[in-house]
């Protein structure tokens, strides 16, 4: 018999907003048609191993707090084994399609040892593709890790060593490769520590010509080897560094532009990185939908009375809904998926708390979904924001936009028209209809 490590619960089902069992959806339904799509491929569904399986709960002051039966005695490579046979019970028994993964989360790092690690690595590897294909449950994307270790301390793609840069680039070799093995819809890079603590020691222009390099040699090697699923930039602005260069959708844009990789790379906005960057989820899903670069979503939200990446499960309706909003009116996700890159808190100690966590996030999101599908539906929104920009619909308006007039050919049109007014932008109006939505 093969070990459970999750006997406390069955497999989590839609039960409805009435129901009293916890360990249930209420809203989440991933067959219920919305928007004329299954709930479940409107969101797309990751866990990411990261936090959820190896995540113990230390924190700067205190040591881990969690229950975690699959690290329960045997060498490094039998936990590994475990743990990656309770990932897959885990999202079976949750329901959710896809998964995500650093290549250390999976496999340890062998000191010492390039090829013995890629061989553990190999192993791991072997086993998760047998338990996709057992379970029908798919890789969303893979990365590698290219910030614990203390080599990339200095960054990774962007350290001033020579064979850091060089050992980050045979580590993303060998992900993309096992990434191309597990079949993943797409590959991240999340730059770690490819930022500075202080430019006085830091050659910023020629870290970023060598972070271009490197992500050109992926690119050349996805098609080097014809792996076709999507390159993903994380943007994040700070944390672990004081300034990490892919500081937010619009840096990452000009980045990607200026080195000639925007056909290359679309993003993955992470909830809390927005704010972080001072902006809200909302703003950095709208820039990239909006410039073709939305590729996948890290949900999760972060706390407004703490300034760092708390990672916590995304609860917030208002925010769940503008995403979706955004997403519905944008195509919606294709390759991506909305990945949970979020723990549970340091307090909240068995494994049961993990479908707590992972239920209330699915659920927010259903609930999203439902209230974005109503709101575009309803089309008092969209009606008020197309009237907003409704003189813009004239033949003049047409002529500026298409560049057919200049300066010199506006101006005796306003001094005819002399404009002293514009129309009312109606924000309370539309706070009102999102919460009447709500
Ligand atoms: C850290 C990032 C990380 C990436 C994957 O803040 O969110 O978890 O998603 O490397
Ligand atoms: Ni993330
Ligand atoms: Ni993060």
């Not at 006997?7 to 249930?24: F, I, M, T």
């Not at 490197?214 to 994380?234: N, P, R, S, T, W």
Request: aromatic share 10%.
């Amino acid at each position: 018999m093969a070990k459970v490590y999750f006997p406390e619960v069955e497999k989590v089902v839609y039960e409805g907003a009435d129901s009293q069992n916890p360990l249930s959806f209420k809203h989440y339904n991933p067959d219920e048609l919305v928007a004329g799509k299954p709930m479940r491929e409107h969101l797309r569904f990751a866990v990411c191993y990261w936090h959820t399986m190896k995540g113990a709960g230390a924190d700067p002051f205190g040591v881990g707090t969690r229950v975690m039966p699959w690290c329960d005695g045997g060498d490094e490579m039998t936990i590994a084994e475990h743990t990656m046979r309770a990932n897959f019970e885990f999202i079976s028994k949750l329901g959710v399609g896809y998964w995500c993964f650093h290549d250390r989360d999976i496999a340890p790092e062998a000191e010492g040892d390039f090829v013995e690690t890629n061989k553990r690595l190999d192993r791991i590897v072997a086993l998760a593709k047998g338990l996709q294909d057992e379970t029908g449950i798919r890789l969303l994307w893979g990365t590698a890790c290219l910030f614990a270790h203390p080599r990339f301390m200095s960054g990774a793609a962007t350290s001033p060593n020579l064979d850091a840069f060089v050992h980050a680039a045979a580590q993303v070799k060998k992900a993309i490769e096992v990434t191309h093995e597990l079949g993943g819809a797409g590959y991240v890079f999340w730059g770690g520590r490819e930022g500075y603590d202080t430019l006085m020691n830091t050659d910023l222009r020629r870290e970023l010509e060598h972070l271009a390099r490197f992500l050109h040699m992926a690119v050349d090697y996805k098609k080097q080897i014809g792996f076709e699923g999507q390159f993903y930039i994380e943007p994040k602005p700070k944390e672990p560094t004081t300034h990490q260069y892919d500081h937010d959708a619009e840096a990452c844009y000009a980045f990607l532009q200026h080195h000639g990789l925007v056909d290359h790379l679309k993003l993955n906005i992470e909830a809390n990185h927005a704010t972080l960057a001072g902006h809200s989820f909302h703003h950095e899903l709208e820039f990239a939908a909006s410039h073709g670069l939305l590729g996948s979503i890290d949900a999760n939200r972060g706390d407004e009375l703490l300034g760092w990446d708390t990672d916590q499960f995304p609860t917030n309706l208002y925010d769940t809904t503008m995403c979706m909003y955004t997403l519905l009116r944008h195509g919606g996700l294709t390759t991506g998926g909305l990945n949970f890159d979020a723990k549970v808190r340091r307090q909240s100690t068995e494994p049961t708390d993990l479908f707590h966590a992972h239920i209330g996030g699915m659920d927010a999101f259903a609930r999203g979904l439902k209230i974005a599908a109503k709101l575009i539906d309803e089309g008092r929104i969209e009606g008020l924001v197309s009237g907003r920009y409704g003189t813009w619909d004239s033949e003049l308006g047409r002529k500026i936009e298409a560049d057919e007039v200049g300066l010199a050919d506006l101006e005796p049109i306003a001094h005819e028209r002399n404009v002293t007014s514009v129309a009312s932008s109606r924000q309370e109006l539309i706070e009102n209809l999102i919460n009447d939505a709500i």
